[in-house]
C-alpha cells in the first residue's frame, strides 16, 4: 500500500519561499507510470490542483501559480518536492501530496500540512 | 479553467435516507468526473472515478451517474459515517478543477 507524507515549516513569512517534501512509501515513484501532485485547500475549504511532475522531471504547472511554483523529484530520497515563492498570507492552506495514475484523478493523499504565511 | 459548480452547498438528512448531490461542468468533460469524501482533519478519499466507476472498498450505497456536462453522486443509504463534505473534481481539461463542495449534515 502506497503511503505518502508531507513535511516542511507551518510556519513562513511573507514574501519568502514554502518548500515542501513529500516522502512516499509502498512503491518507488521511478516506477508504474504515476505522477506526482500538490493540492492545497484553502481555510474556506476550497481545494486548488497546483500541478504534477513525473519521474521523468517532467511538469504541468496551474497558471494561477505558474510564475511562483517549482516541483521536483529525487529518486534516490523516493521523495518529491513543492516550492512557491513570494507567498503572501492568500497562500496559507493545507498542502496535500497525491499519487496520479495517467488520465485519472488522484487515489492515494498525504495526511496534509497546514502552512500559515505571516510574519 | 473549467469551472465545477455543485449544488446543494449544504444538505441534512437522517440515516437511511437517499441523498443526491449535483456537479455541473462549465464546459463539456466527458466522463472524466471524480467523486471525493472528506472527513474534518482527513486527505479528500476517493469515491468515484470516470463518473460512474466505484473505487475498491467504496460501499455499494455510493454511485455516480452523468456525462458531458451533468453529474450525479447518489448515496442510496445514508449511514452515520456518511456525513462529511463532498467534492467533485473534472480530469479531463487542465488545470483540474474540483467543485465548492456539499456539506452533509444530521437533520
Known amino acids: 500500500q502506497v503511503q505518502l507524507q508531507e513535511s516542511g515549516p507551518g510556519l513562513v513569512k511573507p514574501s519568502q519561499t514554502l518548500s515542501l517534501t513529500c516522502s512516499v512509501s509502498g512503491g518507488s515513484i521511478n516506477s508504474g507510470g504515476y505522477y506526482w501532485t500538490w493540492i492545497r485547500q484553502f481555510p474556506g475549504k476550497g481545494l486548488e490542483w497546483i500541478g504534477y511532475?513525473?519521474?521523468?522531471?517532467?511538469?504541468y504547472y496551474n497558471p494561477s501559480l505558474k510564475s511562483r511554483v517549482i516541483m521536483s523529484l529525487d529518486a534516490s530520497k523516493n521523495h518529491f518536492s513543492l516550492k512557491v515563492a513570494s507567498v503572501t498570507a492568500a497562500d496559507t492552506a493545507v498542502y496535500f501530496c497525491?499519487?496520479?495514475?495517467?488520465?485519472?484523478?488522484?487515489?492515494?493523499w498525504g495526511q496534509g500540512i497546514l502552512v500559515t504565511v505571516s510574519s | 479553467d473549467i469551472q465545477m459548480t455543485q449544488s446543494p452547498s449544504s444538505l441534512s438528512a437522517s440515516v437511511g435516507d437517499r441523498v443526491t448531490i449535483t456537479c455541473r461542468a462549465s464546459?463539456?468533460?466527458?466522463?472524466?468526473l471524480a467523486w471525493y469524501q472528506q472527513k474534518p482533519g482527513k486527505a479528500p478519499k476517493r469515491l468515484i472515478y470516470t463518473a460512474s466507476s466505484l473505487q475498491s472498498g467504496v460501499p455499494s450505497r455510493f454511485s455516480g451517474s452523468g456525462s458531458g456536462t451533468e453529474f450525479t453522486l447518489t448515496i442510496s443509504s445514508l449511514q452515520p459515517e456518511d456525513f462529511a463534505t463532498y467534492y467533485c473534481?473534472?480530469?479531463?481539461?487542465?488545470?483540474?478543477?474540483f467543485g465548492q463542495g456539499t456539506t452533509v449534515d444530521v437533520k
Open positions: 473534481l473534472q480530469h479531463n481539461n487542465y488545470p483540474w478543477t
Open positions: 497525491a499519487r496520479l495514475s495517467p488520465e485519472l484523478p488522484p487515489d492515494y
Open positions: 464546459q463539456v468533460i466527458r466522463n472524466d
Open positions: 511532475i513525473y519521474h521523468t522531471g517532467n511538469t
